[in-house]
């Protein structure tokens, strides 16, 4: 029996604690945060509700294994079996095109003919190269330990390869929205696609193979569940404690820094960003880092179309709607994220005789246009919100709204942008932080937000 150490407490980490303990090993997982989940905290504010993270995942198989290997199935854990859900994602374009990407090969195919003549058939070309892709990757890549220097011929010439995905999609696809589809899960994970291995597109077959599940209860009940498996194991979790570095001796891991001193460990599990540790991230020196999207969580009273589980729109900024929260009744959750080069213009929110904001110009031909502008029906009303940027109106003056005026602090060219009240989850949060509902503006904070 070996003492294990697993510094995170997201999914990688609590599932990687629940199989090693099962295993028989003596584990201690630390965490920053003073509650399990990672992105799988929920927010809340009000009586609303919102997923922190994702409220989806693809390869249902991994889940289920997880419990399975670990204790209890996922099934008897639910009382029900994870819901497959019929749309993985809505795309609407600036043309106006609209794609509901269904999962499955013939159902997508059948999809993009919709849009032009041949363009299923460019897809399922694709996406039927990528399927051979990943037949040598999970048997020699995600079910097989990592031995760089013992790797099977197939998979080192798919490592190997030099084309980027950026170049992939311009030229297997002539139509712009074939590219943005298929590229979109990495750009929403925040990855330029320019520095993303060709390969790494293998995410769009597997959505098309396994499609999109979701947990009955949201990503906050699969939280809970997990919490009790570590229960269940006898693993030591520890909360409120981040793990400053990786002590190595020898060539060998054998012990973490805590703030209390040294813990002593024959192994180490790394389940966040190695970056945060000294002693691991020169291994990861020439990567680059995902960048968090701004999200904004919208508690909106009143009456809302109705969109699929997640909308994305395509332009500059990205909007991605997952309107999968609970609100009180009558009310309606949404959770926004944005990217694009202005990150102010993501979600600005403010009080005018209708409710405006930046999802407004992105959506002007869209079903939300015409229910609440062209109808002359009363807008929903944003009755709270969180973390996203303020902008000036046409006047040159701030937005009036305090309720949901959101905030971001970026840096241009050395000078900190007004800082306003609520800040994105992935950033840090201060002690002196008022409370993201009161909005009002401060000054800026001397400390900026993580590269």
């Known amino acids: 029996m070996a003492r294990v150490v697993v510094v995170g407490g997201g999914f990688g980490g609590v599932a990687s604690a629940a199989r090693l303990a099962k295993l028989g090993h003596q584990v201690t997982l630390f965490e920053a945060a003073p509650e399990l989940g990672g992105a799988m905290r929920p927010e809340a504010a009000e009586g609303f ?28 854990e639910l ?34 003919e919709e849009l032009g003549a041949g363009l299923g058939q460019k897809w399922a070309d694709y996406t039927d190269e990528l399927g051979e892709l990943w037949t040598v990757m999970r048997q020699h890549y995600f079910e097989s330990p990592w031995r760089p220097d013992d790797l099977p011929r197939e998979l080192r ?49 597997l959505e098309q193979c396994f499609g999109a599940w979701r947990v009955p209860g949201g990503m906050a009940h699969l939280r809970d569940l997990l919490a009790e498996r570590l229960a269940t194991r006898e693993v030591d ?8 570095d990786v002590v190595v001796r020898g060539g060998r891991a054998v012990a973490v820094s ?23 991230a020169r291994f990861v020196e020439r990567t680059m880092p995902a960048m968090p999207p ?16 997640e909308t994305v729109i395509q332009g500059n900024p990205l909007i991605v709607i997952r309107p999968g929260g609970t609100a009180p009744e009558g009310m309606t959750a949404w959770t926004v994220h944005g990217r694009g080069k202005i990150s102010e213009d ?8 209708r409710w405006t904001c930046a999802i407004r110009s992105w959506l002007a031909w869209t079903r939300l246009r015409s229910t609440w502008c062209a109808s002359g029906a009363a807008p929903p009303r944003a009755c709270c919100g969180r973390a996203a940027a303020p902008r000036a ?48 503006r401060r000054s800026p904070s001397p400390r900026s937000p993580p590269t």
């Open 237 to 244: 979790v520890v909360l409120d404690t981040a793990v400053s």
């Open 294 to 309: 701004v999200i904004a969580y919208l508690g909106l009273e009143g009456e809302v179309p109705l969109i699929e589980h």
């Open 79 to 112: 009382e029900i079996d994870l819901e497959p859900l019929p749309v993985i994602r809505e795309h609407r374009f600036r043309d106006r095109t609209v794609v509901r990407l269904p999962s499955g090969r013939a159902d997508q195919i059948a999809t993009f």
């Open 157 to 205: 010439d798919i490592i190997d390869r030099r084309e980027s995905l950026y170049k992939k999609l311009r030229r297997t696809f002539k139509d712009d929205r074939l590219a943005t589809v298929a590229g979109h899960p990495l750009v929403a994970g925040g990855h330029d696609l320019r520095n993303a291995p060709a390969w790494a597109g293998v995410l769009a077959y």
């Open 393 to 440: 109106n046409d006047s040159g003056r701030p937005p009036r709204s305090r309720a949901c005026t959101p905030s971001v602090r970026t840096r241009r060219r050395g000078r900190a942008w007004p800082t306003w009240a609520c800040r994105p989850r992935s950033w840090p949060r201060s002690s002196d932080q008022p409370d993201a509902l009161n909005c009002r």
């Open 346 to 353: 993501c979600c600005a929110c403010w009080r005018a005789p």
């Open 49 to 76: 509700t919102w997923d922190g993270g994702p409220d989806h995942f693809l390869v249902p198989a991994v889940v289920r294994d997880l419990f399975r290997k670990s204790g209890r199935p996922l099934e008897k």
């Open 258 to 280: 805590t703030p209390t001193g040294e813990v002593p460990a024959d192994a180490v599990v790394c389940a966040v960003d190695p970056r945060r540790l000294p002693a691991l």
